[in-house]
C-alpha cells in the first residue's frame, strides 16, 4: 500500500468518524432542545397554574370579606335601629309618667310590693312621684329621690327584701323581649 492511499484512507475514515460524530452532536443538541423546551413549558403551565389558584383564592378571600363586611354593617343598622326603637319606647314611658293614668299604675305597683313583700313596706321613686308615693305609703315613704324614669322601688323595713318595680329596672329584664318584638 502506498503511503497516499493509507493517507487517503485515514482521511475517509476520519471524515466518516466527523460525521458521525457531528450528526451525533446534532442529534444529542437536538435532544437537549427539546428537553430544555419541554421543562420551560412545564415550568409555565406549573406557573400559570399556581397564578390562577393564588388568584382564585384571594378572590375568595377578597368576597368573604365582602360578605362579612356586609353582615357587620346590616347587624349595625339594625343595632342602630333597635337602639332607636328603644330609646323611642322609653320616651313614650317618660311620656307615660306625666299623664293621669301614672297615679293608678303607681297604686298598681304599690300593691304588688304589698303582696310580695308584705306591710309595713318602705317605698322610694322619683321626686315628681313623691305626693303621689307619700299617700300610698304614708310614713313609710322615703323621701330621697330616686334617679329613675318612673315606678317605684319597695323594701321590708328590716331591708332584707328588695323589690324594684322602676321602669328602668324593667325595661332591663324585659329588654330582650322588647327587642324580639321590635325587631318581629
Known sequence: MSLERLVEEIRTRASAELAKDQEHF??????EEAERDRRLNSIREESRRQSEIEIARERGQRIAAAKLESRKL????GERR????????????EEFTKSSEYAATLRRMY?????????????????????????????????????ILGGLVAETVDGSRRLNLSIDELLRLRGDRLRELLSG
Open 26 to 31: 446534532g442529534a444529542e443538541q437536538r435532544r
Open 74 to 77: 346590616t347587624y349595625e343598622a
Open 82 to 93: 333597635m337602639n332607636a326603637s328603644l330609646a323611642e319606647a322609653r320616651e313614650l314611658l
Open 111 to 147: 300593691a304588688v310590693a304589698t303582696e310580695e313583700l308584705g306591710t309595713p313596706v318602705r317605698i322610694a321613686g322619683r321626686s315628681e312621684d313623691g305626693p303621689t308615693l307619700r299617700k300610698l305609703a304614708g310614713k313609710n315613704f322615703d323621701p330621697a329621690p330616686l334617679p
